[in-house]
C-alpha cells in the first residue's frame, strides 16, 4: 500500500525553535518574557520581521484594513481556495515568547519545510498574523479576526482606546500596517483553517500527551464593570459618610468568584484589570473601573453567571450608596471546531506516533471567530505547568516539533500534495 503522501516528512524543529528566539528578542519582557503589545513599535518590529522571513521562503503578502497579514505560497491551482494557518504575534504586557508566536511561526516553518523538500500542494497554503489577538491594549481580545469574521465593524474597532485615550485606527496608521484590502474580502474564500498553540492550560501536561486535538473552545464575557462613589479624605471623613467605590469592587470581585464557584467544573471568573480613581493613598476612591472575565464552554451557564452578576451587582452598589454602571465589552458564543478538520488532527497525531487527547480550549483564540465563517481546527501543546501569560511560560522543543509536526501533516491533508 502506497505510503501516505509525505508521510514521513517532519518540520526542521532546529530552525523552529531559532526562529522563536529570534522573535522573542524583540519587544522583551523584564523577566525572560515578551512585551510586545498590538500596534507598539515592537509589534511593528515584529512584523517587519515576520515579512522579511515570508519574503525569504517566497510567500506573497497581502494585509487588510486591520492590518491583517496573509502571507501565502502558491498552489498547483491557483483557484483552488487555499489552506490557512496562522496565530498571532502580539503579546499581553507580561506575556510568554509561544503564546500565539507558536502558531505564527509554525505555519512559516510548515512553508519553508515544504520549500526545502520541494513539495507542491494543489491548494495554496496562507500563513496569517492576525492583529490584536490579545485585547490587552485595546479591548476585545481577537479584535481583528472578529472584524474579518463580521462580529465586529471596522469603525468600531478603529474607534477603540486604550488606557492612554489613543485610537486603534491611529495607532495601526501611525506603525504603517493599514493594508489595501478590505478586510474580510478573503472569508468566503478559505478551504480550512488549522491554528497551532499553547494550551495555556495544565491539561496536556499532566496526563502526558504532547497533543492536543481541540474539539471546542469556551465561551467568554468580558464585563467593564463602573463604581461610583466619591473622593474624599481617608483621614477625616467618618465610616458612615464614605461612599466608597473601592469596597464596592472588593464586594463585586467577591460575587465574581462565588458565581464561577456556583459552576463548577465548567465555568471560570475573574476580574484582571482595574482602574482606581483618583488612585492616591488618601483619597478614598470615587471612581473603580474593573472588567470581569467569564468564560465556560456550556452557553446556560455562561449565560447565567452573566444574568446573575448583572442582577446582584446593582444591591451591592445600592448598599453602599454607590452608581454602578455595566457594559458588555467583549463577547464570544462556545465554540464547536469542524468536525472534518478535527479528524485531520487527530489522523495527523496517529499518523505521526503523538500522544494525543481531545480537549476543549480554555483560551480564545483567532480560530474561534475564524470557525464562523470556514470549516476550522486547533492543534494545541503543552506547557510547563500549564503556566501563560506570565513571563516565565515555557514550551519544550519537543512539544514544539510535535505541535508543527501535526500542522503540516494536516494541512498537507487539506492542501493535498501534488505529485
Ligand atoms: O483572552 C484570551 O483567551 C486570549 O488569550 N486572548
Ligand atoms: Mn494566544
Ligand atoms: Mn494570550
Not at 55 to 77: K, P, Q
Not at 268 to 273: E, F, N, Q, Y
Not at 283 to 300: E, L, N
Not at 353 to 382: E, F, L, Q, R
Amino acid at each position: 500500500m502506497a505510503a501516505a503522501p509525505g508521510k514521513n516528512i517532519r518540520i526542521d524543529a532546529e530552525r523552529l525553535w531559532n526562529s522563536l528566539m529570534e522573535m522573542a528578542k524583540i519587544g522583551p519582557g523584564v523577566a525572560g518574557g515578551n512585551n510586545r503589545q498590538t500596534l507598539t513599535d515592537a509589534d511593528k518590529e515584529g512584523r517587519a520581521l515576520f515579512r522579511k522571513w515570508c519574503a525569504d521562503a517566497d510567500l506573497s503578502m497581502g494585509v487588510d484594513t486591520m492590518g491583517n497579514m496573509f502571507m501565502t505560497r502558491e498552489g498547483a491551482d491557483p483557484d483552488a481556495k487555499p489552506v490557512y494557518v496562522g496565530s498571532h504575534l502580539d503579546t499581553q504586557p507580561t506575556g510568554g515568547k509561544y503564546d500565539g508566536v507558536l502558531g505564527v511561526l509554525g505555519g512559516l516553518e510548515l512553508v519553508r519545510t515544504l520549500n526545502d523538500l520541494g513539495i507542491r500542494t494543489r491548494r495554496p497554503i496562507v500563513v496569517t498574523n492576525w492583529t490584536n489577538e490579545e485585547g490587552t491594549r485595546f479591548a476585545p481580545a481577537m479584535l481583528a479576526s472578529g472584524v474579518f469574521a463580521g462580529t465586529h465593524e471596522e469603525a468600531w474597532a478603529y474607534d477603540r482606546k486604550d488606557a492612554e485615550g489613543k485610537r486603534f485606527g491611529d495607532e495601526l496608521k501611525r506603525i504603517g500596517w493599514v493594508g489595501d484590502e478590505p478586510v474580510g474580502a478573503r472569508k468566503d474564500a478559505i478551504h480550512a483553517m488549522f491554528e497551532l498553540h499553547i494550551e495555556q492550560g495544565p491539561i496536556l501536561e499532566a496526563e502526558g500527551r504532547d497533543i492536543g486535538v481541540v474539539t471546542h473552545g469556551q465561551g467568554l464575557w468580558w464585563l467593564e464593570v463602573t463604581v461610583t462613589g466619591k473622593d474624599s479624605h481617608t483621614g477625616s471623613t467618618p465610616m458612615p459618610m464614605r461612599k466608597n467605590a473601592g469596597l464596592g469592587m472588593a464586594r463585586m470581585t467577591e460575587l465574581v468568584h462565588e458565581i464561577a464557584m456556583k459552576h463548577q467544573p465548567r465555568a471560570v471568573g475573574a476580574i484582571g484589570h482595574c482602574d482606581v480613581y483618583p488612585n492616591s493613598r488618601n483619597v478614598i476612591p470615587g471612581k473603580v473601573v474593573f472588567t470581569i472575565d467569564f468564560r465556560s464552554p456550556d452557553q446556560a451557564t455562561l449565560d447565567a453567571m452573566k444574568a446573575e452578576f448583572e442582577e446582584k451587582a446593582p444591591k451591592i452598589a445600592e448598599d453602599l450608596g454607590l452608581g454602578v454602571e455595566i457594559e458588555a465589552v467583549g463577547h464570544f458564543d462556545p465554540v464547536t471546531f469542524d468536525e472534518t478538520c478535527v479528524k485531520a488532527v487527530r489522523g495527523a497525531a496517529e499518523r505521526l506516533g503523538y500522544s494525543h487527547m481531545d480537549i476543549i480550549s480554555g483560551a480564545g483564540h483567532d480560530a474561534c471567530w475564524v470557525n464562523k465563517v470556514a470549516p476550522t481546527a486547533m492543534i494545541m501543546c503543552p506547557c510547563v505547568d500549564g503556566l501563560s501569560h506570565n513571563e516565565a511560560e515555557e514550551i519544550t522543543r519537543d512539544w514544539a516539533k510535535a505541535g508543527a509536526d501535526v500542522l503540516l501533516h494536516a494541512v498537507l491533508e487539506a492542501a493535498e500534495i501534488v505529485e
